[in-house]
Structure formats: structure tokens, C-alpha cells
């Protein structure tokens, strides 16, 4: 890391310096990546300046990198050759991210500098559904047929590789552009020059539909951990081919929406970080869930309002409810969080309901018996040896309720954390909203109910 | 989905009628890690025998893909001579996973069946320690000499190509075994035999340490989305490479890891699956948290008590604390999460603490406000007008307590919960053990006692 900064430093000070031949020289070395990063030191009016110093490909491969916001800045500096010299340079998927974080009047701008082949190509992408296959697609990839010999695909893959995002992994089609079969890399270059394609493709070939959910691609990269993966249309004809750095991009999006959402925070657009979120927009994000949930509070108080007379005749009930509300919201969430996950990862599906239930109930009746143990214990020497905020009539009562309701909140929470999302995942929604703020919400109120209820019920003089 | 399922019985119903020639061809049409899990639908009885019947290389791919305890099975039924079949066909990092899975008298037993050279190797990768690069990477890489041509670079390859995990980047040492550049086939396929590696070879590239920690390996890859990374020494000298495919298991594993520690949960080893977890051993990941957060609610307890007069005196007080708690809780996980997930993707460091407390600062002012003017309404119309839960003489002092302690719990709840997590990554430990739960604990106290004393300051009657 120092060494990084360390690096950035004396480019900025190149740049001031404005010794352009050193300058240029250093970010050649520099990886595109890094080199993206690096704008964000340097002035906006800079940005063109420092863009036109990278040789034509580097350039492109940078630009690819840059946050949009840095993009536009460089784009609007561009002369039209500019900006077609650099288009040329991107993969298809790329400029069709490029124009969808685009304003309007640069989105115009970028496709009257395609080339009209490119132009069709982009519209055609630009007309699938945000989250499917087809959207993250690109239609660049080495095609080839069964008769080819080996040296043949040498020779193509030699002509076009330039122009193709992956050339390890080959896909063979039939006359009519279907797909029978992939060859990668590995096996041309191990198998004799003229070795016919057809004879050493490997036939079952795993694809997607361009309407695929975005989520299930990543998951098939995830489990097979594929380099690029076919799209197809419904007659299995090839329409192009995913990366896996879009599908790196998709499940580290998806992570993150989890994330947020089990913060009970609207889940930002894309990859925009924090620190570059304006205080406003991470607020917008985060306050309609906080006023839900604060309302939602109102039924938990409600009920102890409802028991007023109770709590009065006993004041003693009131300190433990932090305590019981905080258990019963740990214990959800533990479920949840931990279904949630198994759900986005595919190891749970709804069929396993029971097994989940029948294993939560297990597992919650353990924890309810140690909890309230530890709690009997624990009332007992602190708050009646210790502190004698417990009158020696209340020493039994008290516990006895306090530790009788820990066990059905415990029980309860964990068997509604763990039924709750995999319910609202098979209505579609996303289960993540049903992480813990709102389980905890349903438990508190659960928890406060059955308190009282109890108390009624065993402490004298409680009605 | 369907489809897959209709295979495994048609695989399974083949199976049962003995029908082994059609099993055989059926087997080979699938998916390595296909087949790993059909064995989860076979009885273990007969896990050796369908083993049997994959074809030598397939098998080894196989192998790889299932879990450790059908692994120790197979294993167990094997003949030396069909151990070292198989172990001669995997690439050494898997062959250091299997044994780090395994119990001592298997290891024993697969060391013994290792060849010579194998088994030094293995040793010596067993002994880096374990969230370390070099326990993830492998040995086995195509090597190139800066003199050679690309043509005997292909020969070279299709010489060794089989045994090694990736051909795609070929990594170029000096005679010192000193790392001086990479070479991806691509290059290679595109430039001229007769040319000198020396001359295509990309120059700066980017290297890890043996000790580098797994975690900046998975970040590395994210970041660049590179094919292979090369492991060196401290001295430059190319020990071996870490494929893309063990980088995305340690991101996932990282992942899970947050989510298991933000919902209260010990993070499991490796990749137990939830449904595949003993009842009890998940019990033993979450009650050791839920008794140390039950057990902390006892501060919060304690300050009921001690305001237990002041409650008695306007016991409708108590009515607000589960919605106070609940506020600060949400808003205290809401930053503590962003922020952690912020540190663990490297987008938020130490240096930019005063970035984030002075934005969440802003956020909580404006939510404070929002939050508290919806609660000022809320107790107005349900409390006073519709519920008459509230004294006319209480109108005003009640709803302007909650209303003052909700804004200061909300603030200090995003600093705390913004703040923990970056200072506990300087003291060196895991964010994620700061969040939501403890920052919940912290800021209820916290919450209590604002109120308490803003009730003995605002509300006659109440000392």
C-alpha cells in the first residue's frame, strides 16, 4: 500500500511538474486499474490531459476502469476521432455499460461514433431486461466450425483474438448458429495442427438463456467456476458469451444488495462507494426503512400500555425487558441471516423447509435452556444478593417469568427467522427483506406478550 | 432446475437396475461438479462403485468437486493402485486441500502413494500458515526462459500442458529463478513464432508474497480480475501461482465470514453448508455470543432499575423504551455494516475515519430530525388523541422527552456505529465482530440512560 501511494505521489508531481515524458513512461507501467484509481488525485481539468498521454489501448483498457463521472468528464474532452479511436478499442459489453451510465446527449454522441455494424449490435443488447444474461452478454467471441482443422482455428483465433474479450474458450456452431460445442484453449494448443474441431470439442456444453436471471449466472460461475459462459436464444442458437469478470461483478453485487438489505438499507445502484455517496443519498437510502421500523415499534409499546397497571404493581418487570427484547433479536437474526445466505447460495430451496424448522427447533431448545439457566443464575446473584432490586417474596416469581419467557422467545424467534424468509422467497420477494430489523420488530412485541402473560400469571397481586 | 433433478433419478434408477454400461455414458456427459453432488442421492455403500466407473481424468475432477467426508469414503475403498491413479491426475493445491481434510491415517496412506517429488512438495506447502498465499497456491505452472521463441513456448506447453492448473498466463524467469515477466496465450497465439519471449513478455506485473495474507489475494483478483497471480519470495524468485478459481472460494469464504460474525454467529470452517451442520455444532456457533450479549443487557438492566422510581412516578415512559432501543439498534447496524463491508473491500481505511464520521454525522442529523418530528405526530395522534394513554399535562413534557432522546440516540448511534468498526480493524481484529449486536447493546445503554435523564429534567414529578 505505502509503496502505492508512494507511486501515485510522484506521478502527481510528474504531472505538475509537467514532465509528460516521464510521466507517460510511468503509467505505462502502471496497471489500467491502478491507473483509473489515480484520476481521482489529480484536477477534473487534468483528466483529458493526463487520458491523451496513454498509448490507443492502454487508454481504452483504463477508460473501462474510470468511474463514470470520470468518464463523462473525459469523453465530453474528446474530439469525435478522440472518442471513436477509444470506442474501437472497447469490448462491445463494455460500451454498452459505458452508455448506460450516460447522460442523454453523450449517449448520441458515443453511438453516431460506432461503427453502423456496432451501432445494431449495441441497440440489440441495450433491448434486454436489466438483470438477464443478455444485458451483461457480449457478442464477441471466437466462432468456430466442426470441420475446422486445428491449424485453422490457430489461424482465426491468430486474425481476430484482437478483437475478442476471452480466446479461451472456443464455441463451435452448426450452419444454423447453433451451438453444438466448446474448445478451449488448453485442448488446441495439446492437440495435433490437423485434428478436425469437431472431433475434439467437448459436446456438453453448459449455457443460458439471454432472459437467464442475472443471479443464477453468477451462481453457475460460482459452482463451476467456468472462464465464459454461452447465452443462447430459445432455439439454442449462439448470441454471444459472458466473462467471468462480469460474473465476478454480478455475485459481488448481489452480495452487497444482501448486505444492505440486512442493514435494512435500500441497496445503491451499481458499484457507487460510500465515500463517494453524498450524505443525502445515503440518507434517502436508509430513512424510509428506520421510519417502517420505528412505527412498527408502536405495537410493542402499545402492549405495554396495555399492561401499564401490570408494570406498576411490579416496576421491577421493566428492567428486563432490554434484556429479553435484545435475546430475542439476536436469536432471529442468527436464523435468518444464516437461511438468508443459504438461500442466495442455492445450498437452501424451499422443499427443505422442515429439515430447516425441525433443526432450528433443535437448536433454539438448546440455546433456550442454557440462556435461561445462566438468566436464573444471573438474577439471582446480581440483582437479589447484589443489588436487592428483587424483594425475597418476587425472588421466585420474578425469574420464574423472566426465565419462562426467554425460552419462548427464544424458540419462536429462531423458528420465525429461519421460516420467514425462505416463506417470502417463495412469494418471490426477496428474502433479505425479511432479515432481522423486521423479524426483531415481530419478536419484541411476541416476547413483550408473552412477558406479561406470564407475569399475570405467576406474579401475585398482577392482574 | 427440473431438468437436473429428472437426470439424477434416470442416473439413480440406472444405478438400481444394475444398468452400469448406460450409467457409464450417462456419467460422462455430466458435469464434474455435477456428479460430486449426485453422490449426496446414492447410498455410501456404493459411492466406491460409481466412482469406479468414471473414467481415469474425469474421476480426479470429480474428486475434487466432492465433499470431504465422500472423499474419506472413496478413500477408504480404494486399492493403492487406485489411490495413486487418482492422486497422479490432481494438481497439487487440491492434493494439500484433501489432505488437510483428511484424518492422520489417511494422510499417511496418501503421502505413501505420492511420488517422491510430490510428496516434498506437498510437505512444504502444508508448512505455510494457514490464511496464507502460499497455503492456496500451487506449484504447477508453465515456465518460460526470456530466450526461448514463441514457438518453443507452444512445444514446451503442449509438452506439459496437461499436468498444469493453467497454461494461460505462462510466467518467465530469470536463470535465478528471479520472476522477470508473464506471457498470457493470447500473446502468444498472436505473435510470430520466430519470435523471442523476451520481446512479448508484459514486464510489470504484479506479484504476492508466500505470506501474503489470503484476503488481499481475494482482493487483488477482484480488483484486477486476473486468471492466475504469481507467488514469489522475498528475494523475487517465482515459487508458484494461485488460480482464479481458489481466489473466488477465499472471497466467498471471506463473505460468509462477515455475515456470520454481523448476525452473532461463530463463522464455520471451510464450506460446511448449513443443512450438512449437526444441530449441536450449530448450537455451539451462536450461544457462546447469545450469552455474552444476554449477559451485557444486564447493564442496560441496571439502569432501568435505577431510575425505577422515576418510571413508577409516569410509568407511561416506559411505553417508548422497546421503539427508542429499536431506533438507536437499526441505525447503529445501518452505518456499522456499511462501513465494515467498506473495510473489507478496502474502499474505507483508517486514514478516511473523519470522511465517515463526518458524513454519518450529517446523515444522523438528518434522520434525527425526520425520525423525531414523525415520532413528535405519532405520539400526538395514537397516544394522546385516539389512545388517551398520554395525561393532557403530559402532553407536552412526554412526547418532547422521546423526541430530544431520539435525536441523541440516532446521532450517536451512527458515529459509535460508524466509528468501532475502523478502529477496531487498527487494533488489528475483525470489523465485523463490532457489529450490529454489540453496537446494539452499546447504544440501548446508551439510549436508557439520555432518556432517564432527560425525563428527571423535562417531567414534574420525576426525580
Known sequence: ???????????????????????????????????????????????????????????????????????????????????????????????????????????????????????QMINQLLRYPKDSAGSIMTTEYVNLKQDMTVEDAFSLIRRDAIDKETIYTCYVTAPNRKLIGIVSAKTLMISPLDKKIGDIMEQNVISVNTQTDKEEVGFLFGKYSFLALPVVDTEGRMLGIITFDDAMDV???????????????????????????????????????????????????????????????????????????????????????????????????FHDIFTVLWKELRVSLLCAAVLAAMTFVKIFLVDYLLLHVLEPAEMLTVPLTVCLTMCVTVVSAKLIGCALPILVKKLGLDPAVMASPFITTIIDALSLAVYFAFAVWLIPGIS
Open 251 to 349: 455475485i459481488s453485487e448481489e452480495t452487497e444488495e444482501d448486505f444492505a438489505v440486512m442493514a435494512a438499507i435500500t441497496p445503491s445502484e451499481g458499484d457507487a462507494s460510500y465515500l463517494k455517496t453524498s450524505a443525502f443519498s445515503v440518507f434517502k437510502a436508509r430513512i424510509p426503512w428506520l421510519l417502517l421500523l420505528t412505527l412498527s415499534a408502536t405495537f410493542t409499546g402499545l402492549i405495554i400500555s396495555s399492561f401499564e397497571a401490570s408494570l406498576s404493581a411490579c416496576v421491577v418487570l421493566t428492567a428486563f425487558i432490554p434484556m429479553l427484547m435484545g435475546t430475542g433479536g439476536n436469536c432471529g437474526s442468527q436464523s435468518s441471516v444464516t437461511v438468508i445466505r443459504g438461500l442466495s447460495l442455492g445450498e437452501i430451496e
Open 1 to 119: 500500500m505505502e509503496e502505492k501511494n508512494k507511486k501515485t505521489e510522484d506521478i502527481v508531481s510528474m504531472l505538475t511538474a509537467r514532465d509528460f515524458a516521464s510521466l507517460r513512461r510511468a503509467l505505462c507501467d502502471e496497471n489500467p486499474a491502478d491507473i483509473a484509481e489515480l484520476f481521482e488525485e489529480v484536477a477534473k481539468e487534468q483528466y483529458p490531459l493526463v487520458f491523451r498521454l496513454l498509448p490507443k489501448e492502454l487508454a481504452a483498457e483504463v477508460f473501462v476502469e474510470m468511474d463514470s463521472d470520470v468518464q463523462k468528464i473525459v469523453i465530453g474532452a474528446f474530439s469525435d476521432y478522440e472518442l471513436q479511436q477509444v470506442l474501437d478499442e472497447l469490448y462491445l459489453d463494455d460500451t454498452v455499460d459505458l452508455i448506460e451510465e450516460m447522460p442523454a446527449n453523450v449517449v448520441s454522441r458515443i453511438l453516431r461514433n460506432c461503427s453502423p455494424a456496432d451501432r
